[in-house]
T-cell receptor, first 112, second 114 residues
C-alpha cells in the first residue's frame, strides 16, 4: 500500500525551540508539499518541492523553512517556534498535476 | 490566484438520505482539475472523486457523484444513501495544469444522523 508517512502524530514544543517535522513517501513522486490546516481556513500551502534540493514558497512561508536532500523525504523546519504556529500540519506528495495528492496522517503541533 | 469557496461550514443528513455539498471556484483557466477529499476523525485525507475540466461528463464513484457546471464554476458533491461512515470534513480542491500546488476550500463538516 502506497504511503506518505509523517514521523509524529502529536508534538508539544516550547516557544523558541527549533522544530523538525519529517515526511517520507514511498511512491517515487517528484512533488511534495507541506500544508497547514486551521479551522475555518482550510489547507494553506507553506512550501512545496518539485525535485531534490528544489523548493518553492507557498502562501504562508514566513517562520518556516524546508529541506529536501533525498527524493523520498521532505522536512519542514520551524526555526523558532511560536504559539501562532500551533496547528495541524499535513504533508502530501503527487506525481503529475492531473492526479491528486496522497496525504500523510498529519502532525498536530502545539507550541506552549 | 485561484480561490475555492465552500459556503456551507456544516451540513447534516439522515442515514440513507442524499446530501449535496457545494463548492465554487474562481479561475481564468480553461483546463484544470477538481477534487473532493474526505477527512474523517482519523485525520487521513482520502480522495473521494476527481473531475477533469475538459470532460463534460460528471464523475461518479459508487455513491458519490459530482455536478460540474463549468460556466458557473461550480463543483458540488452528491452523496447518495448516506452512511454513518460518511461523517467527516469534506474539502473541495482545485489544481491548475500550470502549477504544482492545489487550492483548497475551507471545508464542510458533514454529520450523519442515525
Amino acid at each position: 500500500d502506497v504511503k506518505v508517512t509523517q514521523s509524529s502524530r502529536y508534538l508539544v514544543k516550547r516557544t523558541g525551540e527549533k522544530v523538525f517535522l519529517e515526511c517520507v513517501q514511498d511512491m517515487d513522486h517528484e512533488n511534495m508539499f507541506w500544508y497547514r490546516q486551521d479551522p475555518g481556513l482550510g489547507l494553506r500551502l507553506i512550501y512545496f518541492s518539485y525535485d531534490v534540493k528544489m523548493k518553492e514558497k507557498g502562501d504562508i512561508p514566513e517562520g518556516y523553512s524546508v529541506s529536501r536532500e533525498k527524493k523520498e523525504r521532505f522536512s519542514l523546519i520551524l526555526e523558532s517556534a511560536s504559539t501562532n504556529q500551533t496547528s495541524m500540519y499535513l504533508c502530501a506528495s503527487s506525481s503529475t498535476v492531473k492526479y491528486g495528492y496522497t496525504f500523510g496522517s498529519g502532525t498536530r503541533l502545539t507550541v506552549v | 490566484a485561484q480561490t475555492v469557496t465552500q459556503s456551507q461550514p456544516e451540513m447534516s443528513v439522515q442515514e440513507a438520505e442524499t446530501v449535496t455539498l457545494s463548492c465554487t471556484y474562481d479561475t481564468s483557466e480553461s483546463d484544470y482539475y477538481l477534487f473532493w477529499y474526505k477527512q474523517p476523525p482519523s485525520r487521513q485525507m482520502i480522495l473521494v472523486i476527481r473531475q477533469e475540466a475538459y470532460k463534460q461528463q460528471n464523475a461518479t464513484e459508487n455513491r458519490f457523484s459530482v455536478n460540474f457546471q463549468k460556466a458557473a464554476k461550480s463543483f458540488s458533491l452528491k452523496i447518495s444513501d448516506s452512511q454513518l461512515g460518511d461523517a467527516a470534513m469534506y474539502f473541495c480542491a482545485y489544481r491548475s495544469p500550470n502549477n504544482n500546488d492545489m487550492r483548497f476550500g475551507a471545508g464542510t463538516r458533514l454529520t450523519v444522523k442515525p
